[in-house]
C-alpha cells in the first residue's frame, strides 16, 4: 500500500515535470544545460544529494536481509509446523496430560477444520543430557544445557504434513534420533550414550540416527520413541503434552491468515482446559516469520536514519541556495530577458530533478553496499553471542528485494526534488536590479495583502499552540470525556501522553511563532527589525525547557510510556535547531570574542579575518552548515553515553544481583523426592574444595485470592515465552515467593524504592522481615518493565496470598519494596515476594511448599581456579538430576558484548550520517572556492600568499567544524543527560555516565575527516592564480 | 651589467613577451607576440586597442599575476620570471596596487576593512592600519563610508574604494585594468582625474588599460595594441 502511493507520487511528479519541460523549452534548455555545464560541479551536487537515499535504502537493505534471514531460520527451525499446542499445569503435572482418547477426540476435530494437514502428539520434556563416550580417562561429561526432548510416534513423524522426513527404523528400544545442529554441538556421533534423567529415573540413551532434517526436526532437540519414554514415566499408556500442528500447505501457505488459524486451534484445544490444567496454543510460523521481535533493529535504523536524512535535506538546500548565490547575475539577466519568476524556478527543478534521479541512483548503490556491511557486521556480532547463551543461532543472510531499491530510489528522488522546488520558489523570488548589479537583497517589508495574511496565519498558529499549552493544565477535568470507551489505567496513561505532548509541543510551537508575530509587531510599530533578538530570547527558553524536563512532572510522567519516543526525537532535535539558529544569529559576536581569545601574529591578522568573516557573512549558509553537522554529532554523542551508562549499569547490576555468587545450578525439582535431594546436592557442593559459598533459592508459586488478573493494567513480559504467566482474566493473580536467607541479602547490596517510615535504615527493614512472619518485602518485578501484569502496591498495604490450591490464605504487610530491575530480567533473584524460609514452611506447611516450588543453586567459587571447580562440579552435578547448570559470568558477558556490539553498530550507522556532515562541509567549502575565485584571484593580487589561502580556508573550515562539534556534543550531552534524569525518576538505578574520553576521541576524529575532507578544495583555492581576478577566465 | 644599467632608467621592462593560450591544442590562442615595452618610473601609460588585442593579457604578464609564455619581464631591476612565487607575492603586496574594472572588493569586508587589507599584509599595527586606511578614504572622498559594505556602495564608489585600497600602501606602481569601464561618464571622469592627481602628487607609476580615448589622453603616453602586437605609440 505505502509503495504504492510512492510509486504514484514519483509517477506524478515525474510526468508533471516532463511535461512542464516539453511545454518550456526555454526553462528546459537553462536546467539540462547547467548539468552539463561543469561535470565537476554537477559531481558534488549528486554526491550531496545521494545521502539521503542511500540511508533509505540501506535501511531496507537491512530489512529485506532479516527478512530472509527469518524465512530462513522459518524453513530450517518451523518448517512444516505453523502451531504448537501445550498442556501446562501447576502441580501433578504427569498427570495432567492428554490421554489417547482425548488426543483422537483433537486429532478428529482437527481434520473437520479442513485446515490441518499435520497432527503429531508427543511427550515434551526439557532435559540435561550427558554426553558419556568412554575416552582413556574414562567418562567425560560435558554440557549441562537443556535441551527439548521429544517422545513421539516415528511412524506419524514420517507422514507429518505436506513432506515426508527420512527417519531410519530402530535397532534399540533406548535408541534416539538427534538433529545434526545438537549433534555438532554436543560433539555426539551414533553410537554414543548420552544420560538423561526423566522424572527421577536415570536412562541411558543412545545415538541412533542423527538427522539433517529441518522444520520439525530442525534445532537443537532429542526425538526417542514415545512407547519407551511413557514406560519410563510410568504411565500405563502413551499420554501427551506437546502438539505439533501443520495448517495445509507448504512452509509458508499462500493464503496464511495466522490469527484466524490460531483463533480455530484455541477454539479446539481449550475444550480441554480444566480446572488445573491449562492449554495453550502456540501460533510459532508468523511469530518466526515476524522475526522475533529482532526487526526492532530495522525500525531502530530507519529512525536513526531519519536524522542523516534530515542532514543531507539541509545539505541539499544548502547546495541550491550556494548554486544559486553562484548563479545570481546569470539568473538576473535571465529574469530580465525572458523567464518569469515561475519559470525561472521551473528551470532549477528541472536541473535538480535531474541530478536527483542521478543522485537517487548512486544512492540506491551505496545503500546496498552500506546493507552490506551492516548485516556482514551484525552476522560477527550475533555469531558468539547467541550460541554462548544457547539461544536463537542467528545466521544473517545478505538480501534485498528489486521492490526495495525503487523504493529507496523513488523516495529519494522525490525528497530531494521537492527540496529543490522548495529552494527554487525561495531563490526565485529576487530582485533583478539587486542581482544585476551585485547589490545587496532590499529587505524592506512591504504591508501588502499577502504580509497581512501571512502576519494573521502566523497570529493563528501562535494562538493555536498556545490553547495546546494551556490545555495541559485543564485536560485532567476532561479526561473521561475525552478518552471514552478506555479502562482507568489507559485513560491515565493516555492523559498522562497527551499533557506530555501538550506542554512541550505546545510551548515550542508558542516560542517560535510568538517571536515572529513580535517582530512583525515591531517592525510595524517601530520600524526596528527585532526578529533576530527575539528568536534568541525565544529559542533559548525552549532550551532552558528542555534542559529543565526532569523537573517537569509533565514531561516525566511521558517518559514511563512507549510514546515518549517522539518526545525524545523532538526534544533532541530542538535542542540542536535552537543552538545552531542562535549561535548562526550571534556570529558576528562569536568571531569578535574569537578574535580577542587568539590575537594572532599581526600578519596573520587579515587570514583570521579573512577566515572567519565568510562563515560569519553568509549566516543561512553556515547554520544550515552547522545544524547539519551537529544533528549528526548530537545522535553520536548520545548513543556514545547511552552505551557507556548502560554498559555499566549491567556490570553493576548483575554483580549486585547475585552478590557475587558466579555458578547456578538448576536441579530438577519435578517430584517432591527430586526436591528433598536438594540438601544432599547442597552439601556435596559445599565439600568441593574452593567452593567459598553456596545459597539455596527457593521459589514458591502462590497466588493473590483478591487480585484477579482482569483488573491489573496488561503490561508485556520479556522473558522466554515458555515461562510467561498462563492466565485468563478470572484467574487470581499468582506470582512467587523467593526464599533466601538473611546472610545472603547482606551480600546483596540491595537498595529501596521505598520503605516503611518506621524503620531507621534498610538494614533494620531486612531485620524485620526476618523477625516477624507478618511482614513481606516486594521484589524488583513489581516496579520493573518487562514482567507481565503486576499489581501497584505500596509500602503499608496489606495483602492477602494463597498457595494454588487456595487451601492456606495468609496475610503480609508490605514493609519495603526494591528498586527496580533495570538491566533485563533473569539476572535478579530477589524478583518477587520476599519472605523468608521459615515463615514460608510456617505459614504453607512443608508439603505445600515442595509441591509447588522449584528451586536454583548459587555457588561462589574461587576465582582463581574457577574452570578447574567447574569440572570438579559436572562431575559431581551427573549423579544429581539437573536441568541446567552455568556461569553467570558468561551469560552477563554475552548479554553485555550483546548490548555492546549493538550500539557499536549504531554508531557505525551514523557514522556513515557523519560523512553527511564531512563531505557536506568539503561540497560547501568546494562550491565557496568556485564562487570566490574572483575575490581569492584578488587577495593574491594584493599579496595574500598560497600558504596564506590554504590557511585561511583551514581557519573557515575549523571555524565552522569546532562550533558544529561544540555544539553537537554540548547538546548531546545536555540533552542525553536530561532524558536520564528524566527517566531517572522512575528508575533510581539507573546513573549516568558521560564517556568524556570516547567523545572528545570521537570529537577529535570527526574534526580530522572533516579537515581531509576540506584540504582537498583548500589546496585546490590555494593553487587559484591571481589572474582569475581579472575577467578573462570564467 | 650592462644590461642592469639599461633597466636602471626604466622601472619596468618586457623584453620579447609572448603569451600563447591553450598551447599545443586545437583552439590555441597567441594573445601576445613578441612584445618589447619599456616604462618608466613616475609614468602614466595607457594601453588601447580593441577587444581581444591582448591589452589585459599584457597588463597581467607585466605585473606578474600571470606568467608570460616566453621572453623576460624585469621590474625595478629583477627578473620576474624568475623570482618564485611567493617572492613574486611579497612583491606585489609591498610594491604594487591593482584596480580592476569588476571592482573586485571582498564582499564580506566593509570599505575600510577593504583599504586596510594590503597594510595588514605587510606587517602594519592593526591601529597604524586604521588610521592611513582612513586617511586613504578621506583621500578619495569617502569619509562618510567607512563602513558600509560593497553590496551598499555604488559603482563610483566602490571603484574609490579600490583606488584607496591600491595606493594605501604607497606602491610603486599601480596597474588599473578598465577601471572606469563600469561608470558612468561623469564619474569616470572624475575617477580617473583621481588617479592622475594621486599620480602625480606620489609619484606612483601608472599602467592603465582603457578603450576611453579621452581617459587615455590625460595619461603620457597612450601604446595602441592589436592583434597580440604593439602597433604603434603615441604621446612618447
Request: glycine content about 6%; overall charge negative; some cysteine.
Given at each position: 500500500m505505502?509503495?504504492?502511493?510512492?510509486f504514484?507520487?514519483f509517477?506524478?511528479?515525474?510526468f508533471?515535470?516532463?511535461?512542464?519541460?516539453?511545454?518550456?523549452?526555454?526553462p528546459r534548455?537553462v536546467?539540462?544545460?547547467?548539468?552539463?555545464?561543469?561535470i565537476g560541479?554537477?559531481?558534488l551536487?549528486?554526491l550531496?544529494?545521494?545521502?539521503?537515499?542511500a540511508?533509505?535504502c540501506?535501511?531496507?537493505?537491512?530489512s529485506?536481509s532479516l527478512d530472509?534471514?527469518f524465512?530462513?531460520?522459518?524453513?530450517?527451525r518451523?518448517g512444516?509446523?505453523?502451531?504448537n499446542?501445550?498442556?501446562?499445569?501447576n502441580?501433578?503435572?504427569f498427570e495432567?496430560f492428554?490421554t489417547?482418547s482425548e488426543?483422537d477426540?483433537?486429532?478428529n476435530k482437527?481434520q473437520?477444520?479442513g485446515?490441518v494437514?499435520g497432527?503429531?502428539?508427543?511427550?515434551y520434556?526439557?532435559?540435561?543430557?550427558?554426553?558419556?563416550?568412554?575416552?582413556?580417562?574414562?567418562?567425560?561429561?560435558?554440557n549441562?544445557?537443556?535441551?527439548?526432548?521429544?517422545?513421539?510416534?516415528?511412524e506419524?513423524?514420517?507422514?507429518?504434513?505436506?513432506s515426508?522426513?527420512?527417519v531410519?527404523?530402530f535397532?534399540?528400544?533406548?535408541?534416539i534420533?538427534i538433529s545434526?545442529?545438537y549433534?555438532e554441538k554436543?560433539?555426539?556421533?551414533?553410537?554414543?550414550?548420552?544420560?538423561v534423567i526423566?522424572?527421577?529415573?536415570p536412562l541411558?540413551?543412545?545415538?541412533?540416527y542423527?538427522?539433517?532434517e529441518?522444520g520439525?526436526?530442525?534445532?537443537?532437540?532429542?526425538f526417542?520413541?514415545i512407547y519407551?519414554?511413557a514406560?519410563?514415566l510410568?504411565?500405563?499408556?502413551p499420554k501427551?503434552?506437546?502438539f505439533?500442528?501443520?495448517?495445509?500447505?507448504g512452509?509458508?501457505?499462500?493464503?496464511?491468515?495466522?490469527?484466524?488459524?490460531s483463533?480455530?486451534?484455541?477454539?479446539?484445544?481449550?475444550?480441554?482446559t480444566?480446572?488445573?490444567r491449562v492449554?495453550?496454543?502456540?501460533e510459532?510460523?508468523q511469530?518466526?516469520?515476524?522475526g522475533?521481535g529482532l526487526?526492532?533493529f530495522?525500525?531502530m535504523?530507519?529512525?536513526?536514519s531519519?536524522?542523516?536524512?534530515?542532514?543531507g535535506?539541509?545539505?541539499?538546500?544548502?547546495?541550491?541556495?550556494?548554486?544559486a548565490?553562484e548563479?545570481?547575475?546569470?539568473?538576473?539577466?535571465l529574469?530580465?530577458?525572458?523567464?518569469t519568476?515561475?519559470?525561472?524556478?521551473?528551470s532549477?527543478v528541472?536541473?535538480g530533478a535531474?541530478?536527483?534521479?542521478?543522485?537517487?541512483?548512486v544512492?540506491?548503490?551505496?545503500?546496498?553496499?552500506?546493507g552490506?556491511?551492516?548485516?556482514?557486521?551484525l552476522?560477527s556480532?550475533?555469531?558468539?553471542?547467541?550460541?554462548?547463551?544457547?539461544?536463537?543461532?542467528?545466521?544473517?543472510?545478505?538480501?534485498?528485494?528489486l521492490e526495495?531499491?525503487v523504493i529507496a530510489?523513488c523516495?529519494?528522488?522525490?525528497?530531494?526534488?521537492?527540496?529543490?522546488?522548495?529552494?527554487?520558489?525561495?531563490i526565485?523570488?529576487?530582485?533583478?536590479?539587486?542581482?544585476?548589479?551585485?547589490l545587496?537583497?532590499e529587505k524592506?517589508?512591504k504591508?501588502?495583502?499577502?504580509?497581512?495574511?501571512g502576519?494573521?496565519?502566523i497570529?493563528?498558529?501562535?494562538?493555536?499552540?498556545?490553547?495546546?499549552f494551556?490545555?495541559t493544565f485543564?485536560?485532567?477535568?476532561?479526561?473521561d470525556?475525552?478518552?471514552?470507551?478506555?479502562?482507568?489505567?489507559?485513560v491515565q496513561?493516555?492523559?498522562?501522553?497527551?499533557?506530555?505532548?501538550?506542554?512541550?509541543l505546545?510551548?515550542t510551537?508558542a516560542?517560535?511563532?510568538?517571536?515572529?508575530l513580535l517582530g512583525?509587531?515591531?517592525?510595524?510599530i517601530f520600524k526596528k527589525?527585532?526578529?533576530?533578538?527575539y528568536y534568541?530570547?525565544?529559542l533559548?527558553?525552549?532550551?532552558?525547557v528542555t534542559?529543565?524536563?526532569?523537573?517537569?512532572?509533565y514531561?516525566?510522567?511521558?517518559?514511563?510510556?512507549?510514546?515518549?519516543?517522539?518526545?525524545i526525537f523532538?526534544s533532541?532535535?530542538n535542542?540542536v535547531?535552537?543552538?545552531a539558529?542562535i549561535?548562526s544569529?550571534?556570529l558576528?559576536a562569536?568571531?569578535?570574542?574569537i578574535k580577542?581569545?587568539?590575537?594572532?601574529?599581526?600578519?596573520?591578522?587579515p587570514?583570521?579575518?579573512m577566515?572567519?568573516?565568510y562563515?560569519?557573512?553568509?549566516r543561512?549558509?553556515t547554520g544550515?552548515?552547522?545544524?547539519?553537522?551537529?544533528l549528526?554529532?548530537?545522535?553520536?554523542s548520545?548513543?556514545?553515553?547511552?552505551k557507556?551508562?548502560?554498559?555499566?549499569l549491567?556490570?553493576?547490576?548483575?554483580?549486585?544481583?547475585?552478590?557475587?555468587?558466579e555458578?547456578?545450578?538448576?536441579?530438577n525439582?519435578?517430584?517432591?523426592?527430586?526436591?528433598e535431594g536438594?540438601?544432599?546436592?547442597?552439601?556435596d557442593?559445599?565439600k568441593?574444595?574452593?567452593?567459598?559459598?553456596?545459597?539455596?533459592v527457593i521459589n514458591?508459586?502462590?497466588?493473590f485470592?483478591?487480585i484477579k488478573?482482569k483488573?491489573?493494567?496488561n503490561?508485556?513480559?520479556?522473558g522466554?515465552?515458555n515461562?510467561a504467566p498462563?492466565?485468563?482474566p478470572?484467574?487470581n493473580?499468582?506470582?512467587?515467593i523467593n526464599?533466601?536467607?538473611?546472610?545472603y541479602?547482606?551480600?546483596l547490596?540491595?537498595?529501596?524504592?521505598?520503605?516503611?517510615?518506621?524503620f531507621?535504615?534498610?538494614?533494620e527493614v531486612w531485620?524485620?522481615?526476618?523477625g516477624?512472619?507478618?511482614?513481606?518485602?516486594?521484589g524488583?518485578?513489581?516496579n520493573?518493565?518487562?514482567?507481565?501484569p503486576?499489581?501497584?502496591f505500596?509500602?503499608?498495604?496489606?495483602i492477602?496470598?494463597?498457595?494454588?490450591?487456595n487451601?492456606?490464605?495468609?496475610?503480609?504487610e508490605v514493609?519495603?519494596?526494591?528498586e527496580?530491575?533495570?538491566v533485563?530480567r533473569?539476572?535478579?533473584v530477589?524478583?518477587?515476594l520476599i519472605?523468608?524460609?521459615?515463615?514460608?514452611?510456617?505459614?504453607?506447611?512443608?508439603?505445600?511448599?515442595?509441591?509447588?516450588?522449584d528451586?536454583q543453586?548459587?555457588?561462589?567459587?574461587?576465582n582463581?581456579v574457577?574452570e578447574e571447580?567447574k569440572?570438579?562440579l559436572?562431575e559431581?552435578?551427573s549423579?544429581?538430576?539437573?536441568?541446567?547448570?552455568?556461569?553467570?559470568?558468561?551469560?552477563?558477558?554475552?548479554?553485555?558484548?550483546?548490548i555492546?556490539?549493538?550500539y557499536?553498530l549504531?554508531?557505525g550507522?551514523?557514522?556513515f550520517?557523519?560523512i553527511?556532515?564531512a563531505?557536506?562541509?568539503a561540497?560547501?567549502?568546494t562550491?565557496?572556492?568556485n564562487e570566490?575565485k574572483?575575490?581569492?584571484?584578488?587577495?593574491?593580487?594584493?599579496?595574500?600568499?598560497?600558504?596564506?589561502i590554504?590557511?585561511?580556508?583551514?581557519i573557515?573550515?575549523?571555524?565552522?567544524?569546532?562550533?558544529a562539534?561544540?555544539?553537537g556534543?554540548a547538546?548531546?550531552?545536555?540533552?542525553?543527560?536530561t532524558i536520564?534524569?528524566?527517566v531517572?525518576?522512575?528508575?533510581?538505578n539507573?546513573s549516568i555516565?558521560?564517556?568524556?574520553?570516547?567523545i572528545i576521541?570521537i570529537?577529535?576524529?570527526?574534526?580530522l575527516?572533516?579537515?581531509?575532507f576540506a584540504?582537498?578544495p583548500s589546496?585546490k583555492?590555494?593553487?587559484?592564480?591571481?589572474v582569475e581576478?581579472?575577467?578573462y577566465?570564467? | 651589467?650592462?644590461?642592469?644599467q639599461?633597466?636602471?632608467d626604466?622601472?619596468?621592462?618586457?623584453?620579447?613577451?609572448?603569451?600563447?593560450?591553450?598551447?599545443?591544442?586545437?583552439n590555441?590562442?597567441?594573445?601576445?607576440?613578441d612584445?618589447n615595452?619599456?616604462?618608466?618610473?613616475g609614468e602614466a601609460?595607457?594601453?588601447?586597442?580593441?577587444?581581444?588585442?591582448?591589452?589585459?593579457?599584457l597588463?597581467?604578464?607585466?605585473?606578474?599575476i600571470?606568467?608570460?609564455?616566453?621572453?623576460e619581464i624585469w621590474?625595478?631591476r629583477?627578473?620576474l620570471?624568475?623570482?618564485?612565487?611567493n617572492?613574486?607575492?611579497?612583491?606585489?603586496?609591498?610594491?604594487?596596487g591593482?584596480?580592476?574594472?569588476?571592482?573586485?572588493?571582498i564582499?564580506?569586508l566593509?570599505?575600510?576593512e577593504?583599504?586596510?587589507?594590503p597594510?595588514l599584509?605587510?606587517?602594519y599595527?592593526?591601529?597604524e592600519?586604521r588610521?592611513?586606511a582612513?586617511?586613504?578614504l578621506?583621500?578619495?572622498g569617502l569619509?562618510e563610508?567607512?563602513?558600509?559594505?560593497?553590496?551598499?556602495?555604488?559603482?563610483?564608489q566602490?571603484?574609490?574604494v579600490?583606488?584607496?585600497?591600491?595606493l594605501v600602501?604607497?606602491p610603486?606602481v599601480?596597474?588599473?585594468?578598465?577601471?572606469?569601464?563600469n561608470?558612468?561618464?561623469?564619474t569616470a571622469?572624475?575617477?580617473?582625474?583621481l588617479?592622475?592627481?594621486l599620480n602625480?602628487?606620489?609619484g606612483?607609476?601608472?599602467v592603465?588599460v582603457?578603450?576611453?580615448?579621452e581617459?587615455?589622453?590625460?595619461t603620457?603616453r597612450?601604446?595602441y595594441?592589436?592583434?597580440g602586437?604593439?602597433?604603434n605609440?603615441?604621446?612618447i
Amino acid at each position: 500500500m505505502v509503495s504504492t502511493i510512492i510509486f504514484i507520487i514519483f509517477g506524478f511528479i515525474i510526468f508533471t515535470l516532463f511535461s512542464l519541460s516539453l511545454l518550456n523549452p526555454i526553462p528546459r534548455k537553462v536546467g539540462v544545460r547547467n548539468v552539463r555545464r561543469r561535470i565537476g560541479n554537477t559531481a558534488l551536487v549528486v554526491l550531496g544529494s545521494m545521502v539521503g537515499t542511500a540511508l533509505i535504502c540501506g535501511a531496507l537493505v537491512m530489512s529485506d536481509s532479516l527478512d530472509a534471514t527469518f524465512l530462513k531460520i522459518v524453513k530450517n527451525r518451523v518448517g512444516e509446523v505453523d502451531a504448537n499446542a501445550q498442556v501446562f499445569a501447576n502441580q501433578n503435572y504427569f498427570e495432567k496430560f492428554l490421554t489417547q482418547s482425548e488426543v483422537d477426540e483433537i486429532s478428529n476435530k482437527l481434520q473437520q477444520t479442513g485446515q490441518v494437514d499435520g497432527f503429531l502428539p508427543a511427550i515434551y520434556l526439557q532435559v540435561s543430557p550427558q554426553k558419556i563416550r568412554m575416552n582413556i580417562d574414562g567418562s567425560t561429561i560435558d554440557n549441562f544445557f537443556g535441551v527439548d526432548f521429544y517422545g513421539i510416534d516415528f511412524e506419524q513423524l514420517k507422514n507429518f504434513g505436506s513432506s515426508s522426513i527420512q527417519v531410519n527404523n530402530f535397532k534399540n528400544q533406548n535408541g534416539i534420533v538427534i538433529s545434526k545442529e545438537y549433534s555438532e554441538k554436543m560433539d555426539l556421533r551414533v553410537g554414543d550414550e548420552v544420560r538423561v534423567i526423566l522424572g527421577n529415573k536415570p536412562l541411558i540413551l543412545k545415538v541412533e540416527y542423527i538427522s539433517d532434517e529441518k522444520g520439525v526436526m530442525g534445532g537443537e532437540k532429542i526425538f526417542a520413541d514415545i512407547y519407551y519414554v511413557a514406560q519410563n514415566l510410568n504411565f500405563n499408556s502413551p499420554k501427551y503434552n506437546y502438539f505439533f500442528i501443520s495448517h495445509v500447505g507448504g512452509v509458508i501457505p499462500d493464503d496464511y491468515d495466522a490469527i484466524n488459524f490460531s483463533n480455530i486451534l484455541s477454539s479446539i484445544f481449550n475444550e480441554f482446559t480444566t480446572q488445573d490444567r491449562v492449554m495453550i496454543v502456540d501460533e510459532i510460523k508468523q511469530e518466526a516469520l515476524d522475526g522475533y521481535g529482532l526487526k526492532i533493529f530495522v525500525t531502530m535504523f530507519i529512525a536513526l536514519s531519519m536524522f542523516g536524512i534530515l542532514a543531507g535535506i539541509l545539505l541539499i538546500i544548502n547546495l541550491y541556495m550556494m548554486l544559486a548565490s553562484e548563479r545570481k547575475f546569470e539568473m538576473g539577466i535571465l529574469r530580465a530577458i525572458a523567464l518569469t519568476k515561475r519559470k525561472l524556478a521551473l528551470s532549477f527543478v528541472i536541473e535538480g530533478a535531474i541530478y536527483s534521479l542521478i543522485s537517487s541512483f548512486v544512492g540506491v548503490i551505496v545503500g546496498v553496499g552500506i546493507g552490506y556491511l551492516i548485516t556482514y557486521f551484525l552476522q560477527s556480532s550475533f555469531q558468539g553471542i547467541l550460541k554462548s547463551t544457547n539461544s536463537l543461532d542467528l545466521e544473517i543472510v545478505f538480501d534485498f528485494d528489486l521492490e526495495s531499491l525503487v523504493i529507496a530510489f523513488c523516495v529519494g528522488s522525490i525528497i530531494t526534488i521537492l527540496t529543490t522546488l522548495f529552494v527554487s520558489l525561495r531563490i526565485s523570488n529576487f530582485s533583478i536590479v539587486s542581482a544585476i548589479r551585485d547589490l545587496s537583497e532590499e529587505k524592506a517589508k512591504k504591508i501588502n495583502l499577502k504580509w497581512i495574511l501571512g502576519t494573521l496565519g502566523i497570529f493563528l498558529l501562535t494562538i493555536n499552540f498556545l490553547t495546546l499549552f494551556i490545555f495541559t493544565f485543564f485536560i485532567e477535568n476532561f479526561k473521561d470525556s475525552f478518552f471514552q470507551g478506555l479502562n482507568e489505567q489507559e485513560v491515565q496513561r493516555y492523559t498522562e501522553v497527551f499533557q506530555g505532548y501538550s506542554f512541550y509541543l505546545g510551548l515550542t510551537g508558542a516560542l517560535i511563532f510568538g517571536a515572529i508575530l513580535l517582530g512583525r509587531i515591531t517592525w510595524l510599530i517601530f520600524k526596528k527589525d527585532m526578529l533576530s533578538f527575539y528568536y534568541t530570547l525565544s529559542l533559548i527558553t525552549l532550551i532552558v525547557v528542555t534542559v529543565m524536563m526532569p523537573e517537569i512532572s509533565y514531561l516525566t510522567k511521558l517518559l514511563k510510556y512507549e510514546e515518549a519516543v517522539g518526545l525524545i526525537f523532538i526534544s533532541g532535535v530542538n535542542l540542536v535547531v535552537a543552538s545552531a539558529i542562535i549561535t548562526s544569529f550571534n556570529l558576528v559576536a562569536i568571531t569578535k570574542l574569537i578574535k580577542i581569545i587568539f590575537s594572532p601574529a599581526s600578519k596573520l591578522i587579515p587570514v583570521f579575518m579573512m577566515g572567519l568573516r565568510y562563515p560569519s557573512f553568509n549566516r543561512s549558509r553556515t547554520g544550515f552548515t552547522l545544524l547539519m553537522f551537529s544533528l549528526v554529532i548530537f545522535l553520536i554523542s548520545f548513543i556514545s553515553i547511552e552505551k557507556a551508562s548502560v554498559d555499566s549499569l549491567a556490570d553493576n547490576e548483575v554483580s549486585k544481583n547475585l552478590g557475587g555468587y558466579e555458578l547456578v545450578i538448576v536441579p530438577n525439582t519435578i517430584t517432591r523426592e527430586l526436591f528433598e535431594g536438594i540438601e544432599d546436592l547442597i552439601i556435596d557442593i559445599e565439600k568441593t574444595e574452593n567452593v567459598i559459598g553456596v545459597e539455596k533459592v527457593i521459589n514458591m508459586n502462590i497466588e493473590f485470592p483478591n487480585i484477579k488478573y482482569k483488573d491489573l493494567e496488561n503490561k508485556p513480559y520479556f522473558g522466554n515465552p515458555n515461562q510467561a504467566p498462563i492466565f485468563k482474566p478470572e484467574d487470581n493473580f499468582s506470582t512467587k515467593i523467593n526464599v533466601v536467607s538473611r546472610e545472603y541479602i547482606n551480600l546483596l547490596d540491595l537498595n529501596f524504592l521505598e520503605f516503611k517510615e518506621t524503620f531507621q535504615n534498610e538494614s533494620e527493614v531486612w531485620d524485620a522481615l526476618f523477625g516477624n512472619k507478618d511482614y513481606v518485602v516486594l521484589g524488583t518485578a513489581f516496579n520493573s518493565q518487562g514482567y507481565g501484569p503486576m499489581p501497584n502496591f505500596k509500602v503499608g498495604d496489606k495483602i492477602k496470598i494463597s498457595d494454588l490450591t487456595n487451601t492456606k490464605i495468609v496475610e503480609k504487610e508490605v514493609i519495603g519494596i526494591l528498586e527496580p530491575n533495570t538491566v533485563q530480567r533473569g539476572f535478579t533473584v530477589l524478583e518477587y515476594l520476599i519472605i523468608p524460609e521459615n515463615t514460608v514452611i510456617e505459614d504453607f506447611g512443608l508439603d505445600t511448599v515442595y509441591e509447588s516450588s522449584d528451586a536454583q543453586i548459587l555457588v561462589d567459587i574461587n576465582n582463581e581456579v574457577s574452570e578447574e571447580v567447574k569440572k570438579t562440579l559436572k562431575e559431581k552435578l551427573s549423579n544429581y538430576n539437573i536441568v541446567a547448570f552455568f556461569d553467570v559470568n558468561d551469560l552477563s558477558e554475552s548479554f553485555l558484548s550483546f548490548i555492546k556490539s549493538l550500539y557499536r553498530l549504531t554508531q557505525g550507522f551514523l557514522a556513515f550520517s557523519l560523512i553527511v556532515g564531512a563531505s557536506g562541509l568539503a561540497i560547501i567549502i568546494t562550491r565557496s572556492v568556485n564562487e570566490r575565485k574572483q575575490q581569492i584571484g584578488m587577495l593574491r593580487s594584493l599579496g595574500f600568499q598560497k600558504q596564506m589561502i590554504l590557511l585561511m580556508f583551514f581557519i573557515e573550515s575549523t571555524f565552522i567544524a569546532t562550533i558544529a562539534i561544540i555544539l553537537g556534543v554540548a547538546m548531546g550531552v545536555i540533552g542525553t543527560v536530561t532524558i536520564f534524569n528524566s527517566v531517572g525518576e522512575e528508575n533510581p538505578n539507573l546513573s549516568i555516565i558521560v564517556p568524556w574520553g570516547e567523545i572528545i576521541f570521537i570529537a577529535i576524529l570527526i574534526y580530522l575527516f572533516s579537515m581531509l575532507f576540506a584540504l582537498l578544495p583548500s589546496i585546490k583555492a590555494s593553487k587559484l592564480s591571481p589572474v582569475e581576478a581579472t575577467n578573462y577566465v570564467e | 651589467m650592462k644590461q642592469k644599467q639599461e633597466n636602471n632608467d626604466f622601472l619596468i621592462e618586457a623584453k620579447n613577451v609572448v603569451k600563447i593560450f591553450n598551447k599545443g591544442m586545437p583552439n590555441e590562442v597567441v594573445a601576445l607576440s613578441d612584445i618589447n615595452l619599456q616604462i618608466r618610473k613616475g609614468e602614466a601609460l595607457t594601453i588601447m586597442g580593441p577587444s581581444g588585442s591582448g591589452k589585459t593579457t599584457l597588463l597581467n604578464c607585466i605585473s606578474g599575476i600571470d606568467d608570460a609564455t616566453r621572453g623576460e619581464i624585469w621590474i625595478a631591476r629583477q627578473n620576474l620570471q624568475k623570482m618564485s612565487d611567493n617572492k613574486k607575492t611579497k612583491y606585489r603586496s609591498q610594491k604594487m596596487g591593482f584596480i580592476f574594472q569588476s571592482f573586485n572588493l571582498i564582499p564580506v569586508l566593509n570599505a575600510l576593512e577593504n583599504v586596510e587589507l594590503p597594510l595588514l599584509l605587510n606587517g602594519y599595527k592593526p591601529k597604524e592600519a586604521r588610521k592611513k586606511a582612513k586617511l586613504m578614504l578621506d583621500k578619495v572622498g569617502l569619509s562618510e563610508r567607512y563602513y558600509h559594505k560593497p553590496n551598499e556602495l555604488s559603482g563610483g564608489q566602490k571603484q574609490r574604494v579600490t583606488i584607496a585600497r591600491a595606493l594605501v600602501h604607497s606602491p610603486e606602481v599601480i596597474w588599473a585594468d578598465e577601471p572606469t569601464g563600469n561608470l558612468d561618464r561623469k564619474t569616470a571622469f572624475e575617477i580617473f582625474d583621481l588617479m592622475v592627481k594621486l599620480n602625480h602628487e606620489l609619484g606612483v607609476t601608472l599602467v592603465v588599460v582603457t578603450h576611453d580615448q579621452e581617459i587615455a589622453e590625460k595619461t603620457d603616453r597612450i601604446i595602441y595594441m592589436e592583434s597580440g602586437k604593439i602597433k604603434n605609440f603615441d604621446k612618447i
